[in-house]
């Protein structure tokens, strides 16, 4: 069983930003493994174990994310290839869409597990567009995975319940976060990532016919979101709190 | 003359108010600029829902017949999607961002060579494509965005435009579609519904969301309590779907759905951004958190600080004494 999954280095939503010019600006350079990708190599590590086989990743982003590659590696991924970008190219997912279906054009492999979205930007494009362009089945917003023989059974969240769909090999599936809680490499895990096949091919040589002049989505500016006005803090007997809150939902707010 | 395109949700039988909104934006854009807005109904019984959307006045509905669209499948659906853009040659696909949408976006958009953006808050038409709004970084920042191309295909969050209806003539033309099963490729094999007679969330006007300090049967009883006596949508955060004490379909935030009523009501939730990326365009929002300093009370209305088990009891007298007096 050969997966491979594809993965992000986004920046850490959780690190203070501030917009300058319509510009992002971190304060601190945070970044990492898009948690919903994490969830995705969790998973195939899970169902290697299981079964048997081999999960490689595979990442396309600047230099510095080889870091993330690193972090996939130490929680169990067998090897990884990185295909380098300068990072100052506005690729969308379209572009990478396809540098990652010239990747897999000549490669085996019974599934492509992607994460559902990027944490970043939430556009949960480029799993589906690989797989239209792979000419491949797939299914998005997986909760849960099981493999029997070749045949991947997916659990999917869907608008009102979960749908339980079988993915014949080779197939391409997007991953919620919500399956599993992805393992925190250990000492050993980081020590022998070290010692992982990483294999680096430039974003040129992959020759997927993407360039910055044809990315049709751009990205003009940030914005601040409209402040909400602060609001009031009740504090006191819950009774009290309670009942005068109530009555202002009605009179001041009529939510009720 | 250029169209622009709606796709029109329907679970069963009923059309998600969230595509009417689109429709309604979609109708005011024609307007003004002299194009065609049309909807599209892909599904198994669209003749049920067509008198309905003619309230709201697209100039065409077209229609796509089949019995395989009982379900959400994106094999099927993507072949309609695709004959149907074939046929019309839209300017603008645009769907409501629901879990079907986001399934089929980026594989309609490559197949057609179009170009795609997801999960939009506004929309507006360029002389070469499409550009607007949309929240990233987990909808702390918003990033203005641009598409082109000949044909652009965007989701829209629930909640950002106003549902208008408007007279007109609209026309019904149904587009010729076959599929065997042969062309699937993948299987459904069991739908695990959660019950359907349950308030849907992304179109409720009040929700009442459960966290980590409902701890038990007996704040659940007091969640349900509070959402029967507000005719109110109950929703989760993570921690809870987690657990598997709430339905995985009720998660509220990124990862789950976003909802924007008039009154959200979060309860043991502490406030995350993630979790706060699904409800921050809520119109009121209260919060009841034993701990002062959650982060949930920097941006609620109403900021209850105590114990949940001690709050909600005269809480829910109160409300129910404020509606009998009505
Ligand atoms: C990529 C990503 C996506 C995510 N997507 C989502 C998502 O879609 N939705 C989501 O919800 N989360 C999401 N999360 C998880 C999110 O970061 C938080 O972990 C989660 O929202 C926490 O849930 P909580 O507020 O219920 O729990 P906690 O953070 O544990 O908060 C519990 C709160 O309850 C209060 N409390 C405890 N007991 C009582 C009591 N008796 N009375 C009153 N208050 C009490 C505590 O003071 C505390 O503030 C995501 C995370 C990541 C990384
Ligand atoms: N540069 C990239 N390298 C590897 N995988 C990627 C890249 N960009 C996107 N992906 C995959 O596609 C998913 C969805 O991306 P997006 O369309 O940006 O939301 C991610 O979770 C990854 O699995």
């Given at each position: 069983m050969k997966f491979y999954v594809c993965i992000k280095q986004v920046p850490d939503v959780n690190a203070p930003l501030q917009i300058k010019d319509g510009k992002l600006v971190q304060d601190a350079d945070r970044n990492i493994l898009n948690a919903y990708d994490a969830s995705a190599v969790e998973e195939a590590l899970v169902l290697t174990e299981a079964h048997g086989g081999e999960v490689e990743v595979v990442l396309a982003g600047p230099e510095k994310a080889k870091e993330t590659l690193r972090k996939a590696l130490a929680m169990g991924a067998h090897k990884g290839t990185h295909i380098v970008t300068s990072g100052d190219e506005p690729f969308d997912s379209f572009s990478f869409g396809k540098i990652l279906a010239k990747f897999f054009s000549d490669k085996e492999y019974n599934f492509i597990l992607c994460g559902k979205q990027s944490q970043d930007t939430d556009s949960g494009l480029t799993g589906s567009i690989l797989a239209e362009l792979l000419d491949k089945p797939y299914v998005t917003n997986a909760v849960g995975l099981k493999l029997e023989g070749e045949t991947l059974t997916v659990k999917r969240q869907g608008d009102a319940g979960q749908e339980m769909i079988e993915v014949p090999s080779p197939g391409v599936v997007t991953c919620s976060n919500d399956m599993n809680d992805p393992r925190i490499p250990s000492l050993k895990g980081i020590m022998q990532s070290k010692r992982k096949p990483v294999e680096t091919i430039s974003v040129a040589d992959i020759d997927a016919g993407v360039s910055a002049d044809d990315v049709k989505t751009r990205v003009l500016s940030f914005e601040e979101k409209p402040e909400r006005e602060p609001g009031k803090k009740y504090e006191g007997e819950p009774e009290e709190i309670a009942r005068e809150v109530a009555r202002l939902l009605d009179s001041a707010e009529s939510v009720i | 003359m250029s169209t622009l395109l709606t796709y029109i949700s329907v679970n069963d039988g009923k059309i998600k108010r969230s595509s009417l909104e689109v429709l309604s934006r979609c109708n005011q854009l024609a307007k003004e600029k002299g194009l065609t807005s049309a909807a599209l109904v892909v599904d198994q019984n669209p003749g049920a829902v067509t008198d309905t959307l003619k309230k709201y006045g697209p100039s065409v509905i077209y229609t796509i017949e089949n019995p395989i669209f009982k379900n959400h499948l994106n094999t099927p659906l993507l072949k309609a999607l695709s004959a149907a853009v074939e046929k019309i040659n839209p300017k603008l696909v645009a769907f409501a961002s629901t879990e079907g949408s986001k399934d089929i976006l980026g594989a309609l958009a490559a197949n057609r060579r179009a170009s795609a953006l997801a999960d939009m808050s506004e929309f507006e038409l360029t002389d070469n494509g499409v550009k607007g709004k949309r929240p990233v970084m987990a909808s702390k920042i918003i990033s203005a965005v641009e598409a082109e191309g000949e044909c652009v295909m965007i989701t829209v969050r629930s909640g950002s435009y106003d549902v208008v209806e408007q007279e007109g003539d609209?026309?019904?033309?149904?587009?010729?579609?076959?599929?065997?099963?042969?062309?699937?490729?993948?299987?459904?094999?069991?739908?695990?519904?959660?019950?359907?007679?349950?308030?849907?969330?992304?179109?409720?006007?009040?929700?009442?969301?459960?966290?980590?300090?409902?701890?038990?049967?007996?704040?659940?009883?007091?969640?349900?309590?509070?959402?029967?006596?507000?005719?109110?949508?109950?929703?989760?955060?993570?921690?809870?779907?987690?657990?598997?004490?709430?339905?995985?379909?009720?998660?509220?935030?990124?990862?789950?759905?976003?909802?924007?009523?008039?009154?959200?009501?979060?309860?043991?939730?502490?406030?995350?951004?993630?979790?706060?990326?699904?409800?921050?365009?809520?119109?009121?929002?209260?919060?009841?958190?034993?701990?002062?300093?959650?982060?949930?009370?920097?941006?609620?209305?109403?900021?209850?600080?105590?114990?949940?088990?001690?709050?909600?009891?005269?809480?829910?007298?109160?409300?129910?004494?404020?509606?009998?007096?009505?």
């Open positions: - | 609209t026309s019904v033309e149904p587009i010729d579609f076959s599929f065997s099963d042969d062309e699937l490729r993948l299987t459904l094999k069991e739908i695990i519904s959660s019950s359907s007679d349950r308030i849907d969330l992304s179109e409720a006007e009040v929700v009442i969301a459960a966290g980590r300090g409902v701890k038990d049967e007996e704040g659940r009883n007091l969640i349900s309590e509070l959402a029967s006596v507000l005719n109110a949508g109950v929703g989760a955060s993570r921690a809870l779907t987690e657990a598997g004490d709430y339905d995985p379909s009720l998660q509220i935030g990124q990862t789950g759905k976003v909802v924007s009523p008039q009154l959200y009501i979060g309860i043991g939730i502490s406030g995350a951004i993630q979790h706060v990326a699904g409800m921050a365009n809520s119109k009121v929002i209260v919060a009841i958190n034993k701990d002062p300093d959650a982060p949930i009370f920097d941006i609620a209305d109403y900021g209850l600080v105590g114990d949940l088990y001690k709050v909600l009891p005269p809480f829910i007298e109160e409300i129910k004494k404020v509606k009998s007096e009505k």
